[in-house]
C-alpha cells in the first residue's frame, strides 16, 4: 500500500505541475476526482488483496478475480455518473479516466507479482 501511496502522490504532484505551468487542453479540470476515485479503489482493492491473501490461499485467484470485476463495474458506475451530469469536455474525462485505470491497474499487477514472487 505504500508504494501506491507514493505512486499516487507523485502522479498528482506531476498533474499539479502540468495544469498549472503547461495549461494542456488534454487534461480534464475533473482529473483530480478521477484521481482520489483511484486512490480510494486502491486501498478497497489492497484490504481485499490482503485479506484474500492472509485467511485462505487457495482462493487468491477467486479474490484477485472478484477485484477486477468490482473495480470494471466501479469504475462504469463512476464514469456513467460523470456523463449523466453533463460534462463539457467528455471525451477527454473518458480518456483521462482510462490513461489513469491503465496505470493503476499496471501498479497493482507490478505490485502484485514483486508479493508472489516474493513468497
Known sequence: MFRSIIASTILAIALFLVQRFVNPTWIHPYIWY???????????????MEYGLRNNREKFVTFY???????????IIFIGIFLYSGLTDSFTFVINFFALYLFYTCFEIYGLYCNLRRD
Open 34 to 48: 478521477i484521481l482520489v476515485f483511484f486512490v480510494m479503489l486502491s486501498f478497497l482493492i489492497h484490504r481485499l
Open 65 to 75: 478475480l472478484s477485484t477486477i470485476v468490482g473495480r470494471l463495474i466501479l469504475s
